[in-house]
């Protein structure tokens, strides 16, 4: 079989054109395939700022704008970090109120590496009604029944939000009744929240994070060092 110079030049032509003509056309196909892979990475780019565009860069029950905090929706869902009994104090012996505190996985996880908790940690605490009855373990053991209300920590280690009276101390401070998870009832959180936390800050290790000082990080098991 004759070669393509060979038979160019049978037909008049000159067998370098051939050569020049083959290396053009491969250039050019070299040039198609890098436009292509660029074009290509140029949308998967697009297309990952867009998702992130449409996703809070915070924490997701937080309104980006306004700092105003929801229930998140799926906490239930979150491992728990501690339990909180609360003793009747009439009557005979027996639990008036359970309080369950959840957080995402990704936060215990970084707490248990850096001993504070990261920007944008969530804690929800449930209060929930409580029951006590004699069973075989016991003739006074409680049990949770109906929720009662929730309150939800959203951590800020940026100063956000500096106009809400809700936001300060490192914390966004939220309280929540049982049937209305998404409009809190607090006001100020210096007047409604503060209170229930000065007690944590005595009971804190000296080295914590000033703002993690209000949280009762002793009574969650999960966080300590093993």
């Known amino acids: 079989m004759k070669n393509p ?3 160019h030049c049978q037909l008049g032509g000159e067998p370098h054109m051939i050569l020049k003509w083959a290396f053009l056309k491969g250039k050019h196909m070299k040039r198609i395939i890098f436009i292509i892979i660029v074009g290509i990475l140029t949308l998967g780019t697009f297309a990952g700022w867009a998702m992130t565009g449409n996703e809070n860069p ?3 029950n937080v309104d980006p704008k306004t700092g105003d905090i929801r229930v998140p929706t799926h906490y239930r869902e979150w491992p728990t970090l501690g339990t909180w009994a609360h003793a009747k104090v009439d009557g005979g012996p027996g639990v008036q109120e359970y309080h369950v505190v959840y957080t995402q996985p990704e936060t215990i996880a970084y707490y248990q590496k850096k001993g504070r908790f990261p920007d944008g940690a969530v804690l929800v605490k449930e209060l929930l009604n409580a029951e006590t009855m004699a069973m075989t373990t016991g003739p006074a ?3 949770g029944t109906s929720l009662k209300g929730l309150f939800v920590l959203v951590r800020d280690t940026k100063g956000r939000f500096k106009a809400s009276s809700l936001w300060g101390d490192g914390w ?3 309280l929540f009744t049982s049937d209305d998870p998404n409009h809190t009832v607090s006001k100020n959180y210096q007047t409604d929240c503060i209170p229930c936390h000065i007690p944590a800050r005595d009971l804190a290790k000296k080295n914590a994070v000033d703002a993690d000082k209000w949280i009762y990080t002793f009574g969650y098991p ?3 060092k093993k």
Do not use: I
């Open 5 to 7: 110079c060979e038979a």
């Open 58 to 60: 915070y924490a997701r």
């Open 141 to 143: 053991v409680g049990h």
């Open 172 to 174: 966004g401070w939220s």
């Open 222 to 224: 999960v966080l300590q």
